[in-house]
């Protein structure tokens, strides 16, 4: 196992070690989908942020899926009411991110904006760590993994 292998699971084992109870039970389970050396080395340091900075970047990822559309659009109540649930910084930087060829997703409601986000980043992960994360709902996606990871880094 290199160096780089062996600190992200130090890593990882202290960040764990104070999180609730389904991300550890996600890497404790035997059921679970079995989390590979090679992955632990890839943990995104996103995956280890709070629930609530999770949600933060979820939403922004989700607006720069709906970037084209944003910047298209002329529904002034749409766009206001994503601004209220994702925040107006994160709408203005999807707009700006518009035609990047970034990947996009089909219209949403504002209220699926967080599940869309989630799904991505879910999505993101390699397999075997897209357990780690709290369930979220189903949303029919897409998008590659590779694809997945273009949103996030753009995040």
């Known amino acids: 196992m290199s160096a780089a292998a062996r600190a992200a699971l130090a890593a990882l084992g202290r960040d764990l070690g104070g999180v609730a109870a389904p991300r550890k039970r996600a890497l404790t389970d035997p059921n679970?989908?079995?989390v590979r050396w090679e992955e632990l080395a890839l943990v995104p340091d996103w995956l280890r942020q709070d629930e609530a900075r999770r949600d933060t970047l979820a939403r922004r990822v989700?607006?720069?899926a709906l970037a084209d559309e944003l910047a298209r659009s002329i529904d002034g109540a749409w766009l206001g009411t994503l601004a209220e649930v994702a925040g107006?910084?994160?709408i203005d930087h999807a707009?700006?991110?518009a035609d990047t060829g970034l990947p996009q997703c089909a219209w949403v409601e504002a209220s699926a904006l967080a599940p869309l986000g989630h799904a991505i980043l879910r999505r993101a992960l390699p397999l075997g760590l897209?357990?780690?994360l709290p369930a979220a709902p189903d949303v029919p996606l897409a998008?590659?993994?590779s694809e997945?990871?273009?949103l996030v880094a753009a995040a």
Request: no cysteine.
């Open 130 to 132: 897209r357990s780690i």
């Open 143 to 145: 998008l590659t993994a």
């Open 62 to 64: 989700a607006a720069l």
């Open 32 to 34: 679970a989908p079995a």
């Open 95 to 97: 707009i700006a991110h």
């Open 88 to 90: 107006s910084a994160a």
């Open 148 to 150: 997945a990871r273009q």
